[in-house]
Antibody, heavy 117, light 112 residues
Framework: QVQLQESGPGLVKPSQTLSLTCTVS??????????WNWIRQPAGKGLEWIGR???????NYNPSLKSRVTISADTSKNQFSLKLTSVTVADTAVYYC?????????WGQGTLVTVSS | DIVMTQTPLSLSVTPGQPASISCKSS???????????LYWYLQKPGQSPQLLIY???NRFSGVPDRFSGSGSGTDFTLKISRVEAEDVGVYYC?????????FGQGTKLEIK
């Protein structure tokens, strides 16, 4: 079955760029009617959808983050990535990648990114 | 953005007893294609969220039949017919009819 795994730095300094990669196994990100999402969750809080990329390469972002977010895909590596610029402490959260289709599932295990100097 | 409001925010249930969670959306989740884009997720302690119910009432693969979803338009309910210890965690509703996708605040289920 499809599995997703996030990777990237766990600590980012304020004003810098957060970069994460999601590696997908058990299925190709370029096949099927799926889209690939990034979602985050600050400690002890709820879920915030960040954005998604379709197999076609088209993207959609949460307007609250749109000016700072870029999601891209590397089909040769079966990965998709998140870049969030000009981070602040408010961007500290567990970041999840997840497949979308009929609902969002499965999710990666999540990776904690802390923004701190 | 569509606001998703869950009630209650927490509940404590005796094993074997039923439980019910309400989710209300600020706009109708009924699409012109006839589908209603309301989902339920469970985030067990220390885990990622997992899909329970899609499009209001369809149980996702592997989800026990003690979980059921109902509702229409803007009012939705998740019911657990007989709560088991493994059902503890935070339940979220989510809408995907309009971008950005939005989630409810979450309902924490504990076992008495």
């Amino acid at each position: 079955q499809v599995q997703l795994q996030e990777s990237g730095p766990g600590l980012v300094k304020p004003s810098q760029t957060l970069s994460l990669t999601c590696t997908v196994s058990g299925g190709s990100i370029s096949s099927g009617s799926y889209y690939w999402n990034w979602i985050r969750q600050p400690a002890g809080k709820g879920l915030e959808w960040i954005g998604r990329i379709y197999t076609s390469g088209s993207t959609n972002y949460n307007p609250s983050l749109k000016s700072r977010v870029t999601i891209s895909a590397d089909t040769s590596k079966n990965q998709f990535s998140l870049k969030l610029t000009s981070v602040t402490v408010a961007d500290t959260a567990v970041y999840y990648c997840a497949r979308g289709g009929r609902g969002i599932d499965p999710w990666g295990q999540g990776t904690l990114v802390t923004v701190s100097s | 953005d569509i606001v998703m409001t869950q009630t209650p925010l927490s509940l404590s249930v005796t094993p074997g007893q039923p439980a019910s969670i309400s989710c209300k959306s600020s706009q109708s989740l009924l699409h012109s294609d006839g589908k209603t884009y309301l989902y339920w997720y469970l985030q067990k302690p220390g885990q990622s969220p997992q899909l329970l119910i899609y499009e209001v009432s369809n149980r996702f693969s592997g989800v026990p039949d003690r979980f059921s979803g109902s509702g229409s338009g803007t009012d939705f309910t998740l019911k657990i017919s007989r709560v088991e210890a493994e059902d503890v965690g935070v339940y979220y509703c989510m809408q995907s009819i309009q971008l950005p996708y939005t989630f409810g605040q979450g309902t924490k289920l504990e076992i008495k």
